[in-house]
Structure formats: structure tokens, C-alpha cells
């Protein structure tokens, strides 16, 4: 036993290690991410890791590994669950041989996500066992037991932490386990391995009965909590908000209390046994009201005679995160405080392209070429999704990975006057990009490609992804080329050059948009994360302050201060594209 | 304790929260940490929560609740109020960074913002890392210099020694020796 210090994500990986997988695969997607990462930093021999296109394929190639016997993890974020979906209802189906855990980490917030959907309402869809852990530490306990249920019932088990917990850290005890890799055999079996409609009917059988088998099991699980008080009042609540009802009950025994670590199967004899002790219930959950429905249903089912407010009466609010005060106003124990108040116009600060970003000079450029053209800029999910902010403004649309490319062919299909635009980054471009370029020629659209390649996944902390030459494991890989695949698919026309040289590049897309058919420019030029900063850039007197750089561009390395237009240097990456646009050429590069 | 380290993305933030908890971890103490990570790190603002022996508790500290602010940025140091109290002591690191906007031409100075918290009457002390970045030619050496200015003046209990082990223990090796001079300079000024 040892005393440890970490990130939740680590906690997951950690317990994934110990509990013997030969097997990791995922994709990048906060707040998910470092699982991956710790796996590949802290991995015994044999023990193989991946960074796969998407997360569909991250899950068949766990999937196969799973068949043969080995212990398995697969990670991304909750929108790439939908990715992944397609493999995943299946798979609950046909099941697996080695223990697989599947971490799917959600977003209450949203924080940086898309959407606020609920796995634990997924994770029900599919009907397979959700484990949904309150802290790091018991994020570590669920990720072993998750492969010990798995090998168990022979299907994959979802673990759903929030953000709070992926990216909290705590001191904990770490036992050892140390469970050693089984790698594995693949044993043929086609009634097993073929998904088959008749097979599939008596597996829905199996997984109907699996429900109450588990709901019964769980009832009795140390994950969940039934604590009676003898009162009339009961509190139900999970996750990170469990956090909360704890830190502000403060040991009180106030309140009966109910915390769910297993949402599905819900552990019902549990919940009627909390529901049968108290006159009314308050339900602190994130996200979907899961736990709501469940005990609505089981109330309705025994006929228990109990109030349950939350989300569906409108009692919380229905969407965003849960506060540690607002939980604690609400259970009125603990002296609460709203602190001090903020009272001067405090400017926001959202985030925003880096200094020197080779995506604003991509971004500017395009802007520059399209002025007073009925340009429509169909942007996708990555850093580049902040090339939407003033003053760029240059992302008219974004809907999920991949979607730049399909919309501008399906908007131009009806707005034939359009000129559409598709801005995909490299590791988007492999993720979800390609089938949807292939549609393009096939189908004979009008759209203009930019992909923004600097050589990197730099939303989610740099990852490497298929157009790299070495893998997540740090191997030379065979890295492929975004331009042949273009070609090789039938674009009529591929440029590839640097967004920093501003006038080439506008002219080249002023020409390529120009023409008819599929057509890609691919501006390359790495992430500021990958190259060594430049000699720093500087205004010198014969400024005018006509702020062109400032409103132009939005980099944050320029501001007005002290009645002067100024680089700050410690930001400033010596990318050199405001000196372009001043017109007295006022900013000069630093000698190093 | 409660802590907050609050700065602007890509200042670096995270690593400051790290060498707080690992002094704590060497000093045996229980800690709880939040980290904002994603889309905030760039360029927006980010937080810090550190909770030091406080027993069963969220990692995210309530409102008004901060013992200590750590800040990296005096607009970021404002925006704590609401996880302040009367007591809140802060540790400021003189810089303003001014958040983009397109009517940029209005001025934004760092002693205008330092002034609006310091009359409301709090223990605030406030540094320059400005000269151990250059003459150590590293802006990220900040960090560090921060933690060790809020050991020099007190605001956290722990040891120069035990800063100099954390560093050692999270801090990539060949970083070590030009971190632990930063702390040297801050405590021998
Ligand atoms: S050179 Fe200009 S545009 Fe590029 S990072 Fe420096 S200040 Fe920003
Ligand atoms: S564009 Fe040139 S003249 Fe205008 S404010 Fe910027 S540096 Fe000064």
C-alpha cells in the first residue's frame, strides 16, 4: 500500500495497469484525455496503447482484443461515445472474453464539450452495467472492480466520471494489485462472434435478465449508499455532487441519504427500502435526471407514497453544473457565503487562438481573399472552433467531427451562389473527415477544403494522430500524407502551403475557390505547442496607433497600454503576421 | 487551507497548484486539488483549487471560502471575490493581461486594478517576477517564483526545502537546476 497524489485520470489508469490489460486504445476528447496518456507513460512490457482514428475504431480493435481473452480499456469523451455508438449497441449484444472497461467521461457544463448528454441514459440504452465514480479514489476501486464484472458477466462495463473527478487530484492509498497481462487466443465460435438475428434475440433475453440479476447485486454494492437517519427528508444525489452533499452535510445527520455509484442497472431494492423511510425527497444530479426517473418508477411501481423534486419539477435547474454553495444553501447546515461581490465591469476572457497560431494567419488570410464575396465558412470541432471569435469571425457553422465538409456540399446544393468552405484540422481530417470528402467527389460537390495542418491533435494537449511519424507509444510510425489521399481520392486540385506567407496564400485561395469541383489547400505550419517560439516582434515609434494590428487579427500578444500600441514579448512567438498589416511598418522582429 | 492559483491560460498555473500539493504530500498532509483543463488553457481564464487537510470534502472549494489567492493576473485576481472573505489573503504577480476586445483602445493598467483591490483593504502583497524571468531568460520560471515568494512571506507553511523536493520530484530534470535557482533568488532578495 502506498500513498499516491492523483488527477482522477490517472486513478483510472493506474487501476487499469493494475488490474493486468494488454490492451488501451482511445481518442482524444477532454475531459478524457490523460487516461490515455498515463497509461502510455506509466506502461509495464507487453502492455500495448493506442491513439486509434476515432472512437468507433478505438473500440472494435479493444472489441477484438477482448474476444481473444485479454483485459481490455477503451477512453474518450461522451460525443464520442456517439462515434463509438454503432460498435457499442452491438457489442452489448454479443459480448467478451477478457474484461473490458469502457471509460466514457462526460462534460456537466458543458465545460469544453458540445452537448451535455448523459451516459449513464446511454449507458441504460445499451444496457450495459454504468459505474459512476464520486471521487479519484473511488474512480480507481470502480476501474478494477468494471474488469472483474466484466470478465464476470462476459460484457463490456461503462465507467462514467464527470469532469470534477477526471480532473480533481487527491491523496489516496493505492493497494497492490498488480494483476499481470494476459494476453490471449482467439478461439473460433461463430455463434458467439457473429452477430445474428436469431442469436441477437436470445442475447436481449440475457441482457433484460442481466438487469435484475446486477440490480440485485448492486443493491448490495459498497458503491452505493443508503444512509438512515430517521428523517423525514431524504437526499439522493451521485458523482461530484456527492462531493458536495458531504462537504456541506459536514458529518449532520440531517437528512436520510442515497448515493448511487451503479446508475444501471439501478440498484432498486436499495431504493425502495431509502424511499420507504422518508415522506419527500431532494435529488442532486447533474446532467439527465437519472436518478429521478429511476425512483419515480420505482415509486410508482411499489406504490410508495413519496414527493421527489428535481430537474422534472423543476426544483434544480435543468442543465449546467452543480455548485459545492449551492448544494450547501440548499441543505442549510454549514454557515454558507456568497462570498464578496465583483462590483467594476471586470472584463470576460474567453478563450482564444494562441499567439502566433498558424490558424489565425489561415483564417486571415481566407478572410482577406473572400471580402465582399458571399463566402459561407463551415468550421469543425478543434482549437480552430475560436477562429469563430471577433475579430476573425470566420466560423458561420459547427456541428460535430467532420460535419464542416458535409454541410458546405449540402448548403451549396440549395445556395448554389454560396461559396463554401470546409475547415478541418489534420487530426479531425483522419478522425471524421474522409468519408465525408469521398462523398464529395462522388457526388459532385462545389467546396473548397482548407485543412488547418499543424502537424498535431493541440485542442486536447498534442497528441499525435495517423499524419504523424510516431505513434502515442513514442514509435516511428508511417505517417500519412494528407495530400495523397486527397489526390488519390479524385480532388481536381491540392496546394499545400504556409498560411505565413499572407499573400501567396490569399491569392491561392482567391483562385482555387474560384473554380468548380472539390479542391483543398492545406495550410501547414505547426502548433505554437511543437515549435520553438521566434525573436519576439516590436512596435517601434513611427506607429500611427491606428490599432489595424489589434482589430485586425485579435492576437493577444498586442494591447494598447500606457497611451502606446505594444507586443507584449514574453507572449509574443514571433509568427510575423501583424507586421504585414501594418501600414507604416512600425513592427520590426527583435535581433536574437 | 484553502488556496486558489488563478492566472490566464498558458501562464502556467497548473505546475504552481502541482509544487503546492507536492509539498503537502511530503509534509504528509492530505490534499485535494481541481484543475481547469481544455479549451480554457487557451488564452481563457483558468483556476486552481487546492484543499489542504480538509478532511472529507469536494475538490471544488465553496464560495468565500479561499484562504490564500494566488495570483498570476490582477484581472484574474478580481475574479475570485466571490470565493473570498474578509481574511483572503493575496499574492499577486504584477502583470495584466488585457482580454481582447474590439474597442481596444481604452487603457487597462495594472496598478488600476491592484488600487480597486487593495482598498477594499486586504493583506495583498504583490511582486515582480519580471527580473528573475529575464535574467534566468525563462518566463514559465514564474511558477516557481511565485510559490517561493508565498513561502518567503509566510502565506503558506511549508519549507524553501521542501519547494526545493517538489521541484525535484515534478519538475522535468533538465528544468531542475534553473528552478531552483529562481527559488534561491526570490528567497535571498
Ligand atoms: S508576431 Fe505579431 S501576430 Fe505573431 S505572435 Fe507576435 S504579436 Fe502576435
Ligand atoms: S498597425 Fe502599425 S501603426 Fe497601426 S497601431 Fe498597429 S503598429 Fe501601430
Redesign the interface.
Known amino acids: 500500500m502506498e500513498k499516491r497524489f492523483l488527477l482522477g485520470n490517472e486513478a483510472i489508469a493506474l487501476a487499469a495497469i493494475h488490474s493486468g490489460i494488454a490492451l488501451a486504445s482511445g481518442y482524444p476528447g477532454t475531459p478524457s484525455t490523460e487516461i490515455m496518456e498515463a497509461i502510455a507513460n506509466n506502461k509495464p512490457n507487453g502492455l500495448y496503447v493506442e491513439w486509434s482514428t476515432n472512437e468507433k475504431a478505438a473500440l472494435e480493435i479493444a472489441a477484438g482484443a477482448s474476444y481473444c481473452g485479454a483485459r481490455t480499456i477503451v477512453t474518450m469523451k461522451q460525443v464520442g461515445l456517439n462515434v463509438a455508438s454503432d460498435p457499442l449497441m452491438s457489442l452489448a449484444y454479443v459480448g467478451v472474453e477478457g474484461g473490458m472497461c469502457i471509460v466514457v467521461a462526460d462534460d456537466p457544463g458543458p465545460i469544453s464539450s458540445q452537448t451535455e448528454q448523459d451516459t449513464r441514459t446511454f449507458g441504460a440504452y445499451s444496457k450495459l452495467p454504468v459505474l459512476d465514480p464520486s471521487s479519484p479514489e473511488e474512480a480507481y476501486h470502480m476501474t478494477i472492480f468494471a474488469f472483474e464484472l466484466s470478465e464476470k458477466i462476459k460484457r463490456p462495463v461503462i465507467l462514467r466520471p464527470t469532469t470534477r473527478v477526471c480532473h480533481a487530484y487527491k491523496s489516496f492509498d493505492v493497494f497492490d494489485y498488480n494483476n499481470t497481462i494476459k494476453k490471449g487466443t482467439f478461439v473460433k465460435d461463430t455463434a458467439r462472434w457473429v452477430i445474428f438475428p436469431k442469436a441477437s434475440y436470445l442475447n436481449h433475453i440475457a441482457l433484460e435478465e442481466l438487469r435484475f440479476s446486477l440490480s440485485d447485486e448492486f443493491s448490495k454494492s459498497s458503491f452505493n449508499k443508503h444512509i438512515n437517519n430517521n428523517q423525514k427528508i431524504g437526499i439522493a444525489t451521485n458523482g461530484i455532487s456527492y462531493a458536495y452533499v458531504n462537504e456541506a452535510l459536514n458529518g449532520s445527520n440531517a437528512y436520510n441519504l442515497l448515493k448511487i455509484g451503479t446508475p444501471y442497472p439501478f440498484p432498486e431494492k436499495l431504493a425502495i427500502e431509502f424511499l420507504s423511510n422518508v415522506s419527500e425527497v431532494f435529488i442532486f444530479e447533474e446532467l439527465d435526471p437519472y436518478i429521478e426517473r429511476e425512483l419515480l418508477i420505482i415509486a410508482g411501481k411499489y406504490n410508495l407514497n413519496v414527493k421527489i423534486h428535481g430537474k422534472l419539477d423543476k426544483t434544480n435547474s435543468l442543465a449546467g453544473e452543480n455548485t459545492p454553495e449551492n448544494i450547501a444553501k440548499f441543505l442549510n447546515i454549514a454557515e454558507t457565503s456568497n462570498g464578496l461581490s465583483i462590483d467594476i465591469p471586470l472584463p470576460v476572457r474567453p478563450p482564444s487562438l494562441c499567439s502566433g497560431c498558424p490558424h489565425r494567419a489561415s483564417f486571415y488570410a481566407v478572410k482577406q481573399a473572400m471580402k465582399g464575396k458571399n463566402a459561407i465558412f463551415n468550421g469543425d470541432i478543434g482549437c480552430y472552433t475560436l477562429g469563430n471569435a471577433m475579430p476573425l469571425n470566420m466560423v458561420d457553422t459547427c456541428l460535430c467531427m467532420g460535419a464542416d465538409i458535409t454541410l458546405a456540399q449540402g448548403i451549396n446544393k440549395v445556395d448554389e451562389s454560396a461559396i463554401c468552405f470546409s475547415f478541418i484540422g489534420d487530426s479531425t481530417f483522419f478522425a471524421s473527415g474522409l468519408t465525408g470528402i469521398v462523398n464529395a467527389v462522388y457526388n459532385k460537390a462545389n467546396i473548397t477544403i482548407i485543412v488547418l495542418d499543424n502537424s498535431t491533435t493541440a485542442m486536447t494537449g498534442n497528441q499525435p494522430h495517423p499524419g504523424i511519424p510516431f505513434t502515442l507509444s513514442g514509435d516511428v510510425a508511417k505517417a500519412i500524407s494528407i495530400p495523397k489521399v486527397l489526390e488519390a481520392v479524385g480532388l481536381d486540385e491540392v496546394i499545400t502551403l504556409s498560411p505565413f506567407e499572407q499573400d501567396k496564400a490569399i491569392e491561392a485561395v482567391k483562385e482555387i475557390s474560384a473554380k468548380q469541383g472539390v479542391k483543398a489547400i492545406i495550410f501547414k505550419a505547426p502548433c505554437v505547442f511543437l515549435s520553438k517560439a521566434k525573436a519576439p516582434y516590436y512596435i517601434n515609434e513611427k506607429c500611427i496607433k491606428c490599432n489595424k494590428c489589434i482589430r485586425e487579427i485579435g492576437c493577444p500578444a498586442i494591447a494598447f497600454k500606457n497611451d502606446k500600441v505594444v507586443i507584449d514579448e514574453d507572449m509574443c512567438n514571433g509568427c510575423g503576421l501583424c507586421k504585414g498589416l501594418c501600414p507604416v511598418k512600425a513592427i520590426n522582429q527583435r535581433e536574437v | 487551507m484553502n488556496i486558489l492559483c488563478v492566472g ?3 501562464q502556467g498555473t497548473v505546475l504552481a497548484s502541482k509544487l503546492i ?2 509539498m ?2 511530503l509534509n504528509g498532509d ?16 483558468v483556476v486552481s483549487h487546492i484543499r489542504i487537510n480538509k478532511g ?10 479561499a484562504d490564500l489567492v494566488i495570483a498570476f493576473e490582477v ?2 485576481a ?2 475570485t ?6 481574511n483572503t489573503k493575496f499574492l499577486i504577480n504584477e502583470k495584466i ?6 474597442d ?6 495594472f496598478k488600476d486594478y491592484f488600487n ?1 483591490l487593495d482598498n ?1 483593504g486586504f493583506k495583498i502583497i504583490s511582486v515582480n517576477t519580471d527580473k528573475i ?1 529575464k535574467e534566468l531568460n525563462n ?1 514559465k520560471i514564474r511558477n516557481v517564483a511565485l510559490v517561493a515568494y508565498a513561502i518567503k512571506y509566510k502565506l503558506i507553511n511549508y519549507s524553501v526545502d521542501s519547494l526545493k523536493n517538489a521541484v525535484k520530484n515534478i519538475v522535468k530534470p533538465k528544468f531542475v537546476d534553473l528552478n531552483i535557482k529562481a527559488i534561491d533568488m526570490v528567497i535571498n532578495n
Open positions: 490566464v491560460g498558458g500539493a507536492q503537502a504530500m492530505d490534499i485535494d486539488t481541481a484543475e481547469t483543463i481544455g479549451m480554457a488553457q487557451k488564452g481563457g481564464s472529507v470534502c469536494s475538490p471544488l472549494m465553496p464560495k468565500g471560502k484581472i484574474e478580481i475574479r471575490l466571490p470565493y473570498c472573505n474578509e493581461i488585457k482580454p481582447f476586445s474590439l481596444n483602445t481604452k487603457d487597462m493598467l480597486y477594499k524571468a518566463s
